[in-house]
Nanobody, 117 residues
Framework: QVQLVESGGGLVQPGGSLRLSCAAS????????MRWYRQAPGKERELVAH????????NYADSVKGRFIISRDNAKNMVYLQMNSLKPEDTAVYYC??????????WGKGTLVTVSS
């Protein structure tokens, strides 16, 4: 059974930083593309960042480019999202997503990030 467990969310002031983590189990992690999505209240879920299975390729939403960094550790089955220069509009539930080589999507339950003074 595939499990994705996010952690690291919380309350942070504008301009601050947070690091989200996602622990994966039950899948061949090193072959899965990993993504972070977010969903703000009243809005649709949006793709924030993507990292290829080997970690060679990354892509970001325009709204987070230059502020967020996605990374992974295939030895630990972990993916991370370093979030810097946070803004109130970054407030959302952040979800970890894994896409297997068979294009099957798996989701975590999410972690809440609140950016507020």
């Amino acid at each position: 059974q595939v499990q994705l467990v996010e952690s690291g969310g919380g309350l942070v002031q504008p301009g601050g930083s947070l690091r989200l983590s996602c622990a994966a189990s039950g899948l061949t992690f090193s072959t899965a593309a990993m993504r972070w999505y977010r969903q703000a209240p009243g809005k649709e879920r949006e793709l924030v960042a993507h990292i290829s299975s080997a970690g060679v390729s990354t892509n970001y939403a325009d709204s987070v480019k230059g502020r967020f960094i996605i990374s992974r550790d295939n030895a630990k089955n972990m993916v991370y999202l370093q979030m810097n220069s946070l803004k109130p509009e970054d407030t959302a539930v952040y979800y970890c997503n894994a896409r297997s080589i068979w294009a099957v999507d798996y989701w975590g339950k999410g972690t809440l990030v609140t950016v507020s003074s």
